[in-house]
């Protein structure tokens, strides 16, 4: 039910006290049946919401009405905006608001129409109140480790993720959201069953390495993967636009010696030399390296836009969001002033020291039936060198079509919609 607390729009002034001595009066009354409501005032160009637990955040007269959650203004079905956004005029005002502990319900002056905001989907939509960013900018969710993570990696059973439905899924992509990797143990040692095992996160990513890939060191391609050399700690695919979000790695066969595998966690890097080097993070966080792939005829891959990205790269707030580090695949430093050449390679050297420090790498050897998944965005791998026989498998998956399915795992598992977040 909502309250009948009627504003009048056409009121100018008088306006914002009216509405705070109407909000002031619905918290007594509130009280007395303990119902802690927010409360909502109008502005003179919008409405602003106290939030019980602290807070206000303020909403435009514009945004609220271009959002609109009715089955008019936005398709129930496929979420998309019905409403034309054009239409509003510049001037839109409510006629009148009201609420109750669920939510806000406006009435649109010029056309009568009426929109209902839960409490909960204003609250996480709100801009105005969101918390500051934070110092170190590694997201909260983040485990960091380094090489003791050796004695518990983050493991499920193939089992668990082909039969236990959505919350074997979840449990697995839980473990690459916030470790940046997992194990997947009792994988038959075939490529057509670790196929499947992958396409039960999404479609594979398809690039010019092919869909599904099974390879060995038979220089087959013209990229160091396919030899035996030893790979220094990486990402992949610096040379797109869009580096793969997940890479899945299946050893088959091997017979010979070294090749073990190595782990590395970007962030728990990036975390280190913010805090020893500052000076060389905003190097790393601004610097633009030039990649490319180009060792196969018929191919030269550049990320665009020119000159390619930081190795260090940030959202709106601040947080890290992903590393792309292939030295090997760097281009010239065409575009570097000469006054940051230095601290450009002293930057890059510290770079290299922390992510080859004894304390960051994570060392195995995988062994066919044991495969790994990694997030591409933030673990670099690398392997030793080897020698005889060694026969891997795998492939990409785009990062949109992981996250994508993270979300729905968890939706899912907690018994939610998308209508419940979008
Ligand atoms: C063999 N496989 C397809 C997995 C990878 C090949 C890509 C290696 C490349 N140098 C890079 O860093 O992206
Ligand atoms: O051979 C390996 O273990 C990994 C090689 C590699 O870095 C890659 O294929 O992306
Ligand atoms: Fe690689």
Sequence with gaps: MFSR???????????????NHIARSSVSARQTTSVVSPLATLSSSGIRVSWPEGGESHFHNIWLRDHCRCPRCLHQVTRQRLFDTFSIPDTIKPSNIDW???GLRIRWGESDHESNFRWPWLRSNSF????PSQSIPIPSNKILWGKEIAQNPPTVSYQSVMQDGE????KWLDYIDSHGFCYVTGVPVSPEKTEELAKMISHIRMTHWGGFWDFTADESRGDTAYS???????????????PSGLQMFHMLEFRGKGGESLLVDGFQAAKILKEKYPESYEILSTVRIPTHAAGDDGFLFQPTPNPGYPILNHGEGGELYQIRYNNDDRSTMRHLPYEQVEPFYTALKRWSAILTDVGSEYWRQLTPGTLVVFDNWRVLHGRAAFTGYRRLCGCYISWDDYQSRLKVARLKTNNKQVKDVI
Aim: no cysteine; hydrophobic share 25%; net charge neutral.
């Design 167 to 170: 919350e074997g899924i979840r």
């Design 100 to 102: 109750d502990d669920q």
């Design 228 to 242: 035996n050399l030893a790979l220094r700690a990486h990402t992949d695919n610096t040379y797109y636009t869009e």
């Design 128 to 131: 105005t109140s969101q918390t």
């Design 5 to 19: 607390l009627n504003k009048s729009a056409s009121m100018r002034s008088p306006l914002r006290l009216i509405s």
